[in-house]
């Protein structure tokens, strides 16, 4: 199967086209006992309501992963008091190691009897150029697109060996709708990975370079989707919108940042709301959403 999300091509109104619409989204019959989950970036803003509508669905079991320990038992603790039947456990982990996601794949793979639901929901975006302590490369590009790429390939593998024969296991990406406005200026840059990390090579933007990051994932997804049978793990990309309080774009000043400070204030989406379209990815859409990006809750295929 091919995706065909690209083919939505480049607008200028990508970024913000999403923003607008009040949709209502259904999970009417839609019910996670006995089901387990993680939810990565997972004690704060979109990926914490992410936690919670899952756990209102009843799931059983949900691995809070994250950076900071201390934060994810704070989260965890009000899920807890919110949910008692459910267990809630939180995991170290750290995009921008490959120790630590291999380390997480580990544990997943040592620790849990199951897994149904996966939803990669850590990201990053900065407007100055900032390199990863443990790679070296732009920590943008890092966690966005390497990072979260290679701990969706390990997961696959785990999603397979671990959901019940004959359900498919999931795994929903968050990304964005600014890939579709990504220029990707150093595309004919060799090595081309190599080029986001030196900014005399490749000045560095920090929108453009977010935008790029979100847009190596769409294009890796192509390529890997050769690789994935539906009839084992689904697949997808989401975006939620533009959406107030999640801190990702809390660095931009000037023009960039009025923008989106009144952006936020008259369209943007409440993080409960946005949320939302996060277990609609994961939970409601079927085999049809495979290899697909979602926006708004339609399938671009």
Not at 92 to 108: D, G, P, T
Not at 231 to 243: D, F
Not at 264 to 279: E, K
Request: proline share 4%; net charge positive.
């Amino acid at each position: 199967m091919t995706s065909k999300s690209l083919e939505m091509g480049p607008s200028k109104k990508a970024p913000f086209r999403m923003t607008f619409p009040k949709i209502k989204l259904s999970t009417k019959g839609i019910d996670l006992s006995g089901k387990v989950a993680i939810v990565t970036g997972s004690n704060t803003g979109l990926g914490f309501h992410c936690a919670h509508h899952l756990l209102s669905l009843k799931l059983a079991h949900l691995i809070i992963a994250v950076r900071s320990v201390e934060k994810g038992e704070i989260a965890a603790a009000s899920l807890r008091k919110e949910f008692p039947s459910a267990r809630v456990d939180v995991w170290k982990l750290e995009m921008a190691s490959y120790e630590s996601i291999q380390e997480f794949v580990r544990r997943i793979e040592t620790d849990l009897p199951r897994l149904d639901i996966t939803i990669l929901n850590a990201g990053l975006a900065h407007i100055t150029f900032t390199p990863c302590k443990s790679t070296g490369h732009c920590d943008v590009v890092q966690v966005n697109y390497l990072s979260t790429f290679l701990l969706a390939i390990l997961i696959i593998q785990a999603l397979k060996k671990k959901s019940p024969t004959g359900s498919p296991a999931r795994l929903t990406i968050v990304n964005s709708g600014t890939a579709l406005t990504a220029k990707l200026p150093n595309r004919d840059k060799r090595p081309f990975l190599k080029s986001f990390d030196d900014s005399t090579i490749q000045p560095f933007e920090g929108m453009e370079r977010y935008s790029s990051s979100k847009l190596l994932g769409h294009l890796f997804l192509v390529r890997l989707l050769k690789y994935l049978n539906p009839a084992e793990v689904i697949v997808n990309l989401i975006e939620p919108g533009l959406i107030k309080g999640t801190g990702l774009m809390q660095e931009a000043k000037g023009v960039i940042g009025a923008v989106f400070a009144v952006a936020s204030y008259l369209v943007a989406r409440s993080t409960s709301d946005g949320a939302w379209f996060f277990i609609d990815a994961a939970v409601v859409k079927g085999k049809e959403s495979h290899g697909c990006y979602i926006e708004d809750d339609k399938i671009h295929s």
